[in-house]
């Protein structure tokens, strides 16, 4: 069966730090796979999607990127954060040919 | 554009009682689809069920099922038998041809026992 991970679970940063958050699927191959951003109470927001290795699109201009190094690796990068860069993180995968789209335990950023 | 709306920020039902989540969506897109999502307290999105907009039934999974009424555009979520475990932020979410995801602002359910 499939499963994705992220980590960290919960990670404290200062402003203007840089950023890294890891997101992996496992017992699949060639997924596409997505960054959500959530904010407290609110929906979620599409920031980034990927269809293959190297293949980056983003849906909304910030200061964040997305790298996908790996066929089942998805990393999402700041070099500065911001205050606004606060919220929960999710990556979620799903398959080449289906719709379902399947999410991780995310990510609960701050930054102070 | 796409939009999903979701009206109702909070509700309750009573245990063992079926209740209904409201979404409605807009879009220009012949093809779409239509997913529910379950929001727990620990932040984790679980999948609960899928309507395609060609799709000539309404979709049921377990104790959830979907009313699609594609001229309305609506998309309501049923809960049939409420649980205590129910309780949580639910989300719907509509797919565009390029498989991307909208979601609504979420209704939280609030299961009483």
């Known amino acids: 069966s499939q499963t994705i991970h992220q980590w960290p679970a919960t990670l404290v940063q200062p402003v203007g730090s840089p950023l890294s958050l890891e997101c992996t699927v496992e017992?699949?191959?060639?997924?596409?796979l997505y960054w959500y951003r959530q904010a407290a109470g609110r929906g979620l927001q599409l920031l980034f999607y990927s269809v293959g290795i190297g293949q980056i699109s983003s849906e909304v201009p910030q200061n964040l990127s997305a790298s996908r190094p790996q066929d089942r690796q998805f990393i999402l990068s700041s070099k500065k954060l911001l205050l606004s860069d606060s919220g929960f993180y999710l990556c979620?995968?799903?398959?080449?040919?289906?719709?379902?789209?399947?999410f991780g335990p995310g990510t609960r950023l701050t930054v102070t | 554009a796409q939009k999903i709306t979701q009206t109702q920020p909070g509700m309750f039902v009573q245990e063992k009682e079926a209740v209904t989540l409201d979404c409605t969506y807009d879009t220009s897109d012949p093809s779409y689809g239509l997913f529910w999502y379950k929001q727990p307290s620990s932040g984790e999105m679980i999948f609960l069920i899928y309507q395609g907009s060609y799709d000539q039934q309404n979709a049921t999974e377990g104790r959830y099922s979907l009313n699609f009424q594609k001229a309305r555009k609506s998309a309501n979520l049923v809960i049939s038998a409420s649980q205590l475990g129910d309780s949580a932020m639910y989300f719907c979410?509509?797919?565009?041809?390029?498989?991307?995801?909208?979601f609504g602002g979420g209704t939280r359910l609030m299961v009483k026992p």
């Open positions: 979620a995968w799903s398959p080449d040919s289906g719709y379902e789209q399947y």
């Open positions: 979410a509509m797919r565009n041809a390029g498989n991307m995801l909208t």
């Open positions: 017992g699949t191959s060639n997924p596409n």
